[in-house]
């Protein structure tokens, strides 16, 4: 069924890129509604914004918005009977379960054709772990192919999260290479009128530090939103503290972080082998950064996140994407992959020298030390960064490094956690933090982000307690005794997202990428 659909997508679409299938119409079975009146009831609320739980309550939704939530009783006594309102188109029994807002991931790309050719495969695990937002940075390298799912997830007519386009500069157009400050202004005047969100900066090729301070200031008067990876080509000319003074929106990954705070040099004192080029040699040396910056707690360390803050830079540390160089053995043998990651991105992810992020030729135990080490350091910088009132969101950066969609953004909420973050913390960097910074740069409130009345209808629903444990979001659950009859048993998983008023039944788009895997391993035995 879904090779017809997207055999009938792929007829009806425009002209996208030759290794690229369009993602597959939503069929009739993945999501009902919106409904006249969705009723969620008996549910306790964690409510987005850092204020804590409560319930039990019902939640009224008409068409896509929140309409009302109200008290369903006592804790500890029976729900109050024969509640108000009546004659719901649908109603959901929450009783004794969780309702979150929506999960914003601000780190996001799709696959392509050599991880995974259906492009609804990520839409579908994230929603399943109940991401209902995503920013592309970017989702696809065609700005063309991005705004189309940007506007057939706004449509609902694809099984997708609801979609911020970021694009890198230059992408897109047919004006040549953006090599000057006036062409990077023109660019982003460009993208602006085709409707893309905002702008992902690499800090190479001919991103000079010139070009994107220009590029920044353009955004920032036609409302795009900016996010960075300040790699190693361009940090000696911008590193992250100049960025932000700059007006950048957002630094992602812990690049420029640690260039910003070195003590006794202006650049990291690499090892004398290193190559940038060569991935195993990037990677590995990187973290040996850990040990050359200024000491956490410091006086120069606090100035430096006194200063993003004051700038309203947004840290985006995406710790899981690298977690496996701290853990190779771990991350590749993870409980997923056996069911929910496909062939073709699981030899992605072999070590290879032509896939990036595939860097573990000879990996060893003195890399892993050294990122344990390094990210002893980093979580300590993010932590005391939201410490201090400053923004941390989370993204996942998804599609290489043994991370597979949805269950390396539940690994990130877990690496908050280790971070320091309390539950809720947590919770509120992956809701409402990432709400605010989608729409901070276009001076919108946002409409999602927490469960309140009058917000879109953005939520999860989930059986457990995710504040008691972070596992329990996994799409695979965590493992618990059952101590009636002494044995292990899986519990939690996310039981329904529901995005812009539509209800998915989590499980049973888990149980179709199963389906779609399976079918992968079966052709690629049949063809050896």
Excluded at 35 to 57: F, K, S
Excluded at 102 to 113: I, K, P, Q, R, Y
Excluded at 119 to 140: D, I, K, N, Q
Excluded at 451 to 474: C, F, H, S, W
């Amino acid at each position: 069924m879904r090779l017809l659909l997207i055999l009938a997508a792929l007829l009806a679409a425009p002209a996208l890129a030759a290794d690229m299938l369009p993602t597959p119409a939503r069929s009739a079975s993945e999501g009902a509604g919106p409904y006249p009146r969705l009723v969620i009831r008996g549910a306790t609320i964690i409510q987005g914004d850092g204020a804590p739980p409560y319930g039990p309550a019902d939640i009224v939704i008409e068409g896509n918005r929140i309409v009302d939530i109200r008290s369903a009783g006592t804790p500890g006594l029976p729900l109050k009977a024969d509640r108000e309102p009546r004659g719901s188109a649908r109603e959901i029994d929450a009783s004794g379960m969780f309702v979150l807002p929506g999960f914003v991931d601000t780190h996001a790309h799709s696959g392509d054709a050599d991880k995974a050719p259906d492009h609804s495969y990520p839409y579908r695990l994230w929603l399943a772990h109940g991401v209902t937002t995503v920013r592309g940075v970017p989702l696809f390298g065609d700005p063309a192919r991005s705004l189309d799912d940007k506007r057939r997830s706004a449509a609902n007519a694809i099984t997708a999260p609801r979609i911020y386009a970021y694009q890198t500069l230059g992408s897109g157009w047919a004006q040549g290479r953006v090599d000057t400050p006036d062409k990077a202004r023109a660019w982003v005047r460009w993208a602006a009128a085709q409707g893309v969100d905002g702008i992902k900066f690499f800090n190479r090729g001919d991103e000079t530090a010139a070009i994107i301070r220009a590029a920044i200031a353009e955004a920032k008067l036609r409302g795009l939103g900016t996010v960075a990876h300040l790699s190693q080509p361009g940090i000696a000319q911008l590193n992250a503290a100049q960025a932000g003074a700059a007006g950048l929106g957002a630094v992602t990954h812990f690049y420029g972080h640690f260039e910003s705070l070195l003590k006794g040099r202006r650049l990291q004192d690499y090892p004398a082998d290193y190559n940038f080029y060569d991935e195993a040699k990037r990677f590995g040396g990187i973290a040996e950064i850990w040990d050359q910056t200024h000491e956490p707690g410091g006086p120069e360390w606090q100035a430096y996140l006194e200063a993003q803050k004051a700038s309203g830079v947004t840290f985006d540390p995406t710790f899981n994407i690298y977690s496996a160089s701290r853990d190779l053995m771990r991350a590749r043998n993870a409980d997923w992959h056996a069911l929910y990651t496909p062939p073709s991105l699981l030899r992605f992810y072999q070590s290879n020298r032509d896939n990036h992020g595939s860097y573990f030729y000879d990996w060893t135990t003195a890399n892993e030390v050294t990122w344990r080490n390094f990210y002893a350091r980093y979580m300590r910088l993010i932590n005391d960064y939201k410490n201090i009132g400053g923004r941390v969101t989370a993204g996942s950066d998804s599609g290489f490094i043994f991370q597979t969609w949805g269950f390396g953004y539940v690994l990130e909420l877990e690496m908050l956690q280790e971070a320091g973050f309390a539950p809720l913390e947590v919770i509120e960097a992956a809701t409402w933090n990432g709400a605010q910074t989608l729409n901070e740069p276009k001076g919108t409130e946002p409409q999602f982000g927490v469960v309140r009345r009058g917000m879109l209808a953005d939520l999860v629903i989930v059986p457990e307690n995710p504040l008691q444990n972070l596992k329990t979001l996994y799409g695979t659950g965590t493992e618990r005794l059952n101590e009636r009859t002494n044995r292990q048993e899986r519990v939690g998983g996310v039981r329904w997202t529901i995005k812009d008023g539509i209800v998915f039944d989590a499980p049973a788009l888990l149980a179709s990428v199963a389906r779609d895997v399976a079918a992968e391993k079966a052709r690629d035995a049949a063809a050896r």
